[in-house]
């Protein structure tokens, strides 16, 4: 006879943290299946130049920072779906014309309701209205000394509409909250250096949950681009015509796309890397030398991985030539 089976309760298992998960990967398709049940969904942090504004509870004051940039995102959010509701604008905040300062006005003492007891006294943020694309408003994230002089270059707050993509389709895995998270983690992993002088901005902080991206704003005293990233080598290609470069750089992190033989693997990644920045042929058949050394010792660890972005590279460079 058969014991009795006794059905216990169980919870689903989320990923703690998201930045492993996002280094390694884009375009996933399950996005809505674990974010929304995570208890932080959030990758990167604020800029360095207001973690160094807080000389005391460093680690309590970013905190209480990103709290208030998730409760004025909330806000911005509502003003833009309730703007809309009442046919206050047709498109964008800029229809409100001549009361648009007002509205400036309005949005930057609300932030700073938020910000007050975490910046420093005599520390102001402004807010103003940049452009509305598809997926969310941006706005111009200033802050200012009591002598009205800004202390840090200025910040993109882009404020998703939705935090999801209200339609399950392909564009979930390339567009909005979720995906350009992503693409902004792995982007800044898989290229392996800085990308301030790539054709990309700065990317500070996304928070997944209240559906907001900080990054830095695009102007004229950008760091400028002198070393593109060719996304070929990470085997990315662009598929949204409508985000345009803005002083040579590239604001939005949605419509990237994995190619065929697109690198998933971080370990065979790290070699291809090695394989792919050289500066010369001689330096180029220093390192191929190496890894088949290395491959043709069965004691090396990853020979697989080392094997595989070798066959990589080659492929590559007989595409190119």
């Given amino acids: ?7 216990v309760n169980y919870e689903c298992c989320y990923p703690s943290r998201l930045k492993k998960l996002f280094q390694a990967d884009i375009n996933y398709r399950t996005y809505d299946e674990f974010i929304p049940k995570m208890k932080n969904a959030v990758v990167g942090n604020i800029p360095p130049e207001i973690i160094n504004l807080f000389k005391v509870g460093k680690g309590e004051k970013i905190k209480s920072f990103q709290n208030a940039l998730s409760s004025i995102t909330k806000y911005l959010r509502g003003c833009y779906k309730s703007a809309k509701e009442q046919n206050l604008i047709a498109y964008d905040f800029k229809d409100l014309n001549d009361d648009l300062p007002i509205f400036e006005a309005a949005i930057s003492e609300f932030a700073n309701s938020q910000f007050k007891g975490i910046l420093p006294k005599g520390i102001k943020a402004e807010l103003t209205f940049v452009g509305k694309g598809a997926w969310g408003n941006v706005f111009k994230f200033s802050l200012k000394n009591n002598k009205d002089e800004k202390i840090m270059h200025d910040k993109a707050l882009k404020v998703y509409h939705n935090l999801n993509v209200p339609l399950r389709s392909n564009l979930s895995r390339m567009q909005n909250n979720y995906a350009e998270a992503n693409f902004w983690t792995f982007l800044k992993f898989a290229a392996g250096h800085k990308l301030d002088k790539t054709q990309f901005t700065k990317h500070y902080i996304s928070d ?3 559906g907001y991206t900080l990054t830095q704003f695009i102007d004229n005293d950008i760091i400028k681009t002198t070393a593109p990233l060719d996304l070929n080598i990470l085997q990315l290609k662009y598929n949204d015509p409508g985000n345009t470069l803005i002083n040579d750089k590239l604001y939005d992190g949605g419509g990237f796309v994995k190619c065929s033989d697109f690198i998933g ?4 990644l790290r070699y291809f890397k090695k394989l792919w920045f050289r500066n010369s042929e001689k330096e180029l058949n220093k390192v191929i030398k190496d890894f088949k050394e290395k491959i043709a010792n069965p004691k090396t660890p990853h020979r697989d991985k080392i094997q ?7 492929h590559k460079q007989n595409i190119n030539d």
Wanted: hydrophobic residues 50%; glycine residues 4%.
């Fill in 265 to 268: 693997d971080k370990m065979v």
């Fill in 208 to 210: 997944m949950k209240s």
């Fill in 308 to 314: 595989k972005a070798l066959e990589l590279f080659k």
């Fill in 1 to 7: 006879m058969l014991g009795k089976i006794n059905f």
